[in-house]
């Protein structure tokens, strides 16, 4: 194995070099297994959920049946490339400091790959091949403050031990056996100091004043939209249903967008002004039960002609008053976006 020496800077840093296995490895194998399930489980569910939408519920076993085969091809081509590309050996630069530990690649060849690999997607016009290449070089580089550790796994017989924040392990350092002790010595002492910084800041956060929180009104709001929106399909006249729909989507925008409330609430306000109006124009419209054509110049008589208002029977009354309400209730809920903000009060 090619390994360097490893440098002490003081006791307070400690940087190293080393060729990291990668098919003996039990660590490497263990993140590739599990980034390839995580990938099998969005695929399988993301095609399963469009062909479901589709009414093709028939198609989701060969679904998963293609999510696994393609995991597994994928799984073939990560220990080929490991076997012969990297020829089973990935070099890394391990760092151990007063603020951090970080993990940077030192091999040529995955660094010329991942540049080629963005290269030739985007020369060929293949954004998956590109997107590869520009996940591999964001993971070139890969650190952790002592105040985002809240966990340190040592494997001593291994030589490593594994920062994991609050859900996932974010790198791991392969030590030598000359330096694994006073590494995990240093990385014991500064996790530590790290948790006890973080616990304080997040004591100081917690004394704080809370803002009060909108989202629960927002939500409520929301809530009342949905339902004169409910209402206002109710109507027994017929009108664009594109014009409803920006209303809906105007009013919303106005609940939850907190920068131009008042253009947004104006704009839906005058949207449902005019589904107003086109309601009230469709109800006075006159319409005529025998054609001109069939008059034949004569007096059309006074029984031919009728509105829309005058066709509704009693359903259709209360479905027209329960759309009234509902085009009042969505002008109330614009005219609370009108309002001027109040300041917010200062703290004494």
């Known amino acids: 194995m090619d390994v360097e020496n490893a440098n002490a800077d003081s006791a307070s840093r400690f940087e190293w070099t080393r060729d990291v296995a990668l098919l003996t490895n039990r660590f490497i194998l263990y993140d ?12 399988a569910t993301l095609l399963s959920i469009v062909m479901t939408a589709t009414g093709e519920l028939e ?53 010329a790959g991942n540049r080629i690999a963005i290269v030739a997607g985007l020369l060929s016009g293949r954004p998956g091949l590109a997107g590869a290449g520009m996940l591999g070089k964001a993971q ?7 105040d985002e550790v809240y966990r340190v796994h040592e494997h001593p017989q ?24 006073a590494v995990r010595d240093f990385v014991r002492v500064h996790a ?31 809530v009342a939209v949905g339902a004169a929106t409910f209402c206002v399909v109710a109507t027994p006249f017929e009108f664009d249903a594109r014009l409803l729909a920006a209303c809906v989507v105007l009013t919303l925008a106005g609940v939850w967008t907190p920068v131009g409330r008042v253009p947004l609430a104006l704009v839906a306000l005058c949207v449902t002004i005019a589904i107003v109006g086109v309601i009230g124009a469709e109800g006075s419209r006159v319409r005529h039960l025998v054609p001109a054509e069939v008059l034949n110049g ?21 479905r027209l008053a329960l759309t009234g309400a509902g085009l009042l209730a969505l002008a109330a809920l614009q005219a609370l976006g009108l309002r001027p903000r109040r300041p917010a009060a200062r703290a004494k």
């Open 32 to 43: 590739s297994v599990k980034l390839l399930g995580w990938s099998f489980l969005a695929m």
């Open 59 to 111: 198609a989701v076993p060969q679904i998963v049946a293609m999510s696994a085969l393609a995991t597994g091809v994928l799984g073939v081509l990560f220990l080929l490339v490991m076997a012969l590309v990297f020829m089973n050996r990935f070099r890394m630069t391990m760092r151990v400091a007063e603020s951090g530990a970080s993990v940077d690649s030192a091999s040529r060849v995955g660094k």
């Open 140 to 146: 070139e580089h890969s650190s952790i403050r002592w």
């Open 158 to 181: 291994q030589r490593v031990l594994s920062l994991m924040n609050s859900w996932r392990v974010v790198i791991r350092l392969y030590c030598e056996d000359g330096n694994y002790a």
């Open 192 to 222: 530590q100091e790290g948790a006890r910084r973080r616990r304080d800041r997040e004591a100081r956060e917690a004394a704080k004043p809370k803002a009060p929180s909108h989202v629960g009104r927002r939500l409520a709001l929301t």
């Open 298 to 318: 004569t007096p059309e008589p006074a029984w031919s002609r009728y509105t829309g208002w005058s066709r509704l029977d009693t359903g259709e009354w209360l």
